[in-house]
């Protein structure tokens, strides 16, 4: 079926991307496969990280189809978008048929998208995984890829305004070695794993990251642990807790 979508979208992004003069590096892409399925596991600082991970692909002649929430699909603006790009679906209560859409994927040869965190993370650290990711690459037989992201929530991300205009950010891409599953004994173990890589990836992004604060209103996009004001990851899993209902009498 051919592509009628997606490369106009790329192109227009690339296009912006030229016009805001944002600063993108781009490492690792040569571990994206040029043929043959495999899973793009990446961090999530933004709501952009979609295109800047599947930038990490274009290189290698990739089109990665991104798993994503159901309500974009149905959006009137972006789901024409999403369906025409072949992205897939997720409806959190019932997930097997993403699951099995995305496993069918894989098997077909496609790069998939994953964001294993599920949520933006808003202490921007790397939290705990869902074992989807590594469970549908073992169904599938294909490697897992862990992709590190940073500088995409400076343009956009959760609970900040949108600086979408915003010119001469750093973006930083970096593409991890391929994980094979049968080098593990099960999915969970992988998923060990490729927290731990995916933490070491983002930290050596966050850490030579070409930019710092303008001040002390600007430190918003550093993790505390780097001297930002982010929340710590025991404040961002507070704010993401459901509500507590009062007790009735």
Not at 208 to 218: I, L, R, S, T, V
Request: charged letters at 20%.
């Amino acid at each position: 079926m051919p592509e009628l979508v997606y490369p106009p979208v790329i192109a227009a992004a690339k296009t912006m991307f030229r016009v805001l003069d944002l600063k993108i590096t781009i490492e690792g892409d040569h571990h994206v496969p040029r043929t043959g399925g495999a899973v793009m596991a990446s961090n999530h600082v933004s709501y952009l990280d979609f295109i800047f991970c599947g930038l990490g692909a274009h290189p290698s002649r990739r089109l990665v189809r991104f798993m994503a929430k159901k309500s974009v699909f149905t959006h009137k603006v972006s789901g024409p978008l999403m369906r025409g790009m072949r992205h897939i679906p997720v409806d959190r209560r019932a997930g097997a048929g993403s699951y099995a859409t995305a496993v069918s994927a894989l098997r077909r040869g496609e790069v998939v998208g994953v964001f294993p965190e599920a949520t933006i993370s808003r202490s921007f650290t790397v939290k705990a995984l869902k074992s989807g990711t590594t469970r549908m690459a073992a169904e599938a037989g294909v490697p897992v890829l862990p992709v590190a992201l940073w500088g995409t929530q400076r343009l956009w991300t959760k609970g900040r305004p949108r600086t979408l205009t915003r010119r001469h950010t750093p973006i930083t891409i970096l593409v991890g070695e391929p994980m094979d599953p049968a080098a593990y004994p099960d999915a969970n173990a992988m998923t060990v794993d490729l927290k731990t890589r995916l933490s070491a990836l983002v930290d050596r992004a966050q850490r030579e990251y070409p930019d710092q604060p303008a001040g002390p209103d600007d430190t918003w996009w550093l993790p505390a642990h780097l001297g930002g004001t982010a929340p710590t990851p025991e404040e961002a899993a507070a704010l993401e807790a459901p509500a507590r209902r009062p007790a009735t009498p």
